[in-house]
């Protein structure tokens, strides 16, 4: 069974850093595509990062640019996504999600499998 599995969301002040966790389980690591998304109340779901195993390569919201670091420990299955210099606008339930080898986007079409979120609030 695919699972994917969320942590380290929170309250933090504008300013300040979070890292998320993204635990992954059920399928070969290697094989996949995982990013990042985000929702806010009455918005519709955006792609913040994505981490393409077959080659390493990143991808980034430009409003994260500079801010968000993705990154992956492979002897974990784990994916992390580094927030720093939080700001208001960034709160959200942050997801998970793993998409086929060969996804290189952040279209929420592509991703097959969600985890269950995290909350990340920012306070000004």
């Known amino acids: 069974e695919v699972q994917l599995v969320e942590s380290g969301g929170g309250l933090v002040q504008a300013g300040g850093s979070l890292r998320l966790s993204c635990v992954v389980s059920g399928f070969t690591f290697d094989d996949y595509t995982i990013g990042w998304f ?29 801010r968000f670091t993705i990154s992956s420990d492979n002897a974990k299955n784990t994916v992390y996504l580094q927030m720093n210099s939080l700001k208001s606008e960034d709160t959200a339930v942050y997801y998970c999600a793993a ?23 920012v306070s000004s």
């Open 38 to 66: 985000r929702q806010a109340p009455g918005k519709v779901r955006e792609g913040v990062s994505c981490l393409m195993k077959r080659d390493g390569g990143t991808l980034y919201l430009d409003s994260v640019k500079g």
């Open 99 to 121: 998409a086929g080898y060969y996804a290189d986007s952040l279209h929420r079409g592509e991703y097959d499998y969600w985890g269950q979120g995290t909350q990340v609030t």
